[in-house]
C-alpha cells in the first residue's frame, strides 16, 4: 500500500474491504475512466460490480441484509473509487443518502420495503433538495405537496438530482403547510417511488434528461418536474411531515463527509500522477523530481493530501460514535476540497504542456476537482456552519 492516506485503527474486516475495493478501482476502472469520462457514458460494467461488491448495501444493518458497517469504512471506499473515477462514487453517494435517512428517519414498514432491495442495488436511491431559484437557501424552496384525503399532490421543479434518471427512489424535500411559523416545520420529504430512464418516470412525475457538464461525467445528473404528482401518505419519510427540513439536513452532514472523502481520493490520484510523471519528465539532464521547484511543490502536494484524508477520518469516527459532528464535517469538507483543488493544479503544473492534453488523466481530474467546491454546500456555507456552531461554544458568559 502507498504511504499517504492510510487509517490507524482498522479491524481485519475492515482491510479487508478496502483491499478488495483498492483492487477493483485499480483493475476495473482506473484502465476505463478517462475513457468513458470523455464519451460521457454510464459505467454499466463497473456500477454492476460495485453490486457484486456489496458497495450498495455497505452501511445497511445486516438485518436488512447489508454489510452493517461504518461511515468511516464507508467513507474509505469512496476515497477509494473516486481516486480512481469520482463519477463513479456519486453514483452511490446519493443512494447512500437515501439509504441512511431511511435507517435513521424511516418507519419500520419503510424500511422493510427499500432497505433489503437497496442493498442489492435492486432499488436506486436519488436525493431532491434543491431547485432552480435556490441555491443555499432551503428556506426558499417552492415545490409544494397538497395534502387530498389519504394522498398529497406534488407541484413543482427539483434540479440537481444525482442518479435522477437511474434512480428508481427519490427522497424529495417539498414544502407542506403544517401551520408553523417558522418555515422550516412546514417541510416534508416524501418517498417518490419511480421506473428509471427518462421522460415520463410515474404519473405526473418528468426526467427531462441529462444536465450536460463540464466534469462529473457519466453519471446521470436531473431535473424532476412534478405536476400534479399522487403520492401516498404512508410515503412520507417517518410517517409524520414536518420533519422533513430536519431529514435533510442529517443526510447532508454525513453527505459532506461523503464529498470530503471524494475530495480526497481526486487529491490522492492528482499526487499518485503528480510524482510518477516528475520522475519520469527530465528538463536540463535530470528529472523534474530533482528539481528543487517541483520537489517542494510535491512535499506540499502530499501534506495537503494526508492532512485532508485525517481530517475526513476524524469526522467519519465522530459520527460512528454519536457525537455530533456538524463542525467536524464541514471543516473536512471544506478543507479536503479546496486542498483537492489545489493538489490538482499543482499536479497540472507538473504535467506542463501535456496536462492540457485529453490524452493525460490529469485534465479528467481538473474538471472534476471543480465539483468538490460546490457540492455538499460551498465553502462559504461550511464557513457559515463552523463559525456559527463556534460562537456558541465559546460564547462569553
Known sequence: ??????????????????????????????????????????????VEGLKELGIFGLMIPEEYDGLGESLLTYALCVEEIARGWMSVSGVINTHFIVAYMLMHHGTEEQKQKYLPRMATGEVRGAFSMSEPGLGSDVSAISTKAVRDGDDYVINGQKMWLTNGGSSTLIAVLTKTDEGAE?????????????EPGFGETAPGLTIPGRIDKMGYKGVD???????????????????????????????????RVNVAARACGIANRAFELGVAYAQQRETFGKPIAEHQAVLFRLAEMATKVETAHTMMVKAARMKDSGQRMDVEAGMAKMLASEYCNEVVEASFRIHGGYGYSKEYEIERL????????IGEGTSDIQKMIIGRSLLKDYKLR
Do not use: W
Open 221 to 255: 445528473t436531473t431535473e424532476a418536474i412534478f405536476e400534479n404528482h399522487r403520492v401516498s401518505a404512508d410515503q412520507v419519510l417517518g410517517g409524520e411531515p414536518g420533519k422533513g427540513f430536519y431529514q435533510m439536513m442529517d443526510g447532508v452532514e454525513v453527505g
Open 1 to 46: 500500500m502507498p504511504r499517504l492516506c492510510q487509517t490507524e485503527g482498522l479491524t481485519e474486516d475492515q482491510t479487508e474491504i478496502l483491499k478488495a475495493v483498492r483492487q477493483f478501482v485499480d483493475e476495473k476502472i482506473i484502465p476505463v475512466a478517462t475513457e468513458l469520462e470523455h464519451k460521457d457514458e454510464y459505467p454499466t460494467e463497473i
Open 366 to 373: 481538473y474538471r472534476e476537482s471543480a465539483f468538490m467546491l
Open 182 to 194: 417558522t418555515p422550516y416545520k412546514n417541510m416534508t420529504t416524501f418517498l417518490v417511488e419511480k
